[in-house]
């Protein structure tokens, strides 16, 4: 199916050094009518599903997302936005380069390549436990199984929250480098990589924990060298 996504880039007049947190704070409370924006919503307190807005700072630029309902949102906001105030440091916007349109979604019939350009946040305390014991034995093959059906359970959990139904297998193989990272103050286990999945994601989206704010943000089309494909199978 196709959805609708906006993507609002930022030029400052400056690179960002903030991570996306403080651009989701301060974009959040300076348009608080929009619940989408920070998810919070009076009396019921923090919506938790798939973010249909996502905060990313990538390369010091500012870019905000808006999917399907919320796309309209972001593209309405970027053009009221004249500075950022991150932290104890602000930002001049000169200008904000805003693109809408329609992106197929969903489960495709060829494998598609994917890269994490930031932290995959992928492990809950349940399967981190599981993913360390895996890991403790030597048993390789067995965490990346549980790395690659987390994967999966990522993707199907994005697709329930906009709405498309799976109606075919995904499948998906990765090919990742462990990396630390903090979440909320929290070290956590993160992945980078690549990853081949028979499913379209549009570009710039997030999959994991922390997917407002960045983390998890994928880009398509990415190669796979051949001397890596055999392991990226296993």
């Given at each position: 199916?196709?959805?609708?996504?906006?993507?609002?880039?930022?030029?400052?007049?400056?690179?960002?050094?903030?991570?996306?947190?403080?651009?989701?704070?301060?974009?959040?409370?300076?348009?608080?009518?929009?619940?989408?924006?920070?998810?919070?919503?009076?009396?019921?307190?923090?919506?938790?599903?798939?973010?249909?807005?996502?905060?990313?700072?990538?390369?010091?630029?500012?870019?905000?997302?808006?999917?399907?309902?919320?796309?309209?949102?972001?593209?309405?906001?970027?053009?009221?936005?004249?500075?950022?105030?991150?932290?104890?440091?602000?930002?001049?916007?000169?200008?904000?380069?805003?693109?809408?349109?329609?992106?197929?979604?969903?489960?495709?019939?060829?494998?598609?390549?994917?890269?994490?350009?930031?932290?995959?946040?992928?492990?809950?305390?349940?399967?981190?436990?599981?993913?360390?014991?895996?890991?403790?034995?030597?048993?390789?093959?067995?965490?990346?199984?549980?790395?690659?059906?987390?994967?999966?359970?990522?993707?199907?959990?994005?697709?329930?929250?906009?709405?498309?139904?799976?109606?075919?297998?995904?499948?998906?193989?990765?090919?990742?480098?462990?990396?630390?990272t903090k979440?909320?103050?929290?070290?956590?286990?993160?992945?980078?990589?690549?990853?081949?999945?028979?499913?379209?994601?549009?570009?710039?989206?997030?999959?994991?924990?922390?997917?407002?704010?960045?983390?998890?943000?994928?880009?398509?089309?990415?190669?796979?060298?051949?001397?890596?494909?055999?392991?990226?199978q296993d």
């Open positions: 199916m196709k959805i609708d996504v906006c993507y609002a880039d930022l030029i400052t007049d400056k690179p960002i050094f903030e991570d996306a947190s403080k651009l989701r704070g301060y974009i959040g409370s300076i348009f608080r009518e929009f619940t989408e924006l920070h998810n919070h919503v009076l009396d019921k307190g923090y919506v938790y599903s798939y973010p249909k807005v996502q905060y990313k700072i990538i390369g010091g630029k500012a870019k905000i997302i808006g999917i399907n309902e919320a796309a309209e949102t972001v593209r309405k906001i970027s053009s009221k936005i004249d500075k950022l105030s991150l932290g104890r440091s602000d930002y001049a916007v000169l200008a904000a380069t805003v693109t809408q349109k329609k992106i197929e979604f969903g489960w495709s019939p060829k494998m598609r390549r994917y890269r994490f350009l930031s932290p995959w946040l992928a492990l809950n305390n349940a399967n981190s436990a599981i993913y360390s014991d895996l890991i403790s034995a030597q048993d390789h093959k067995g965490a990346k199984e549980l790395v690659n059906r987390i994967l999966c359970g990522n993707i199907l959990s994005m697709s329930k929250s906009l709405n498309y139904t799976v109606f075919k297998p995904i499948e998906a193989h990765t090919l990742l480098n462990e990396k630390v979440y909320k103050g929290v070290q956590m286990r993160a992945f980078l990589g690549e990853f081949r999945v028979n499913y379209f994601i549009p570009a710039f989206f997030g999959l994991g924990k922390g997917v407002s704010v960045g983390n998890g943000t994928i880009i398509d089309n990415v190669p796979i060298h051949r001397e890596q494909r055999r392991e990226a």
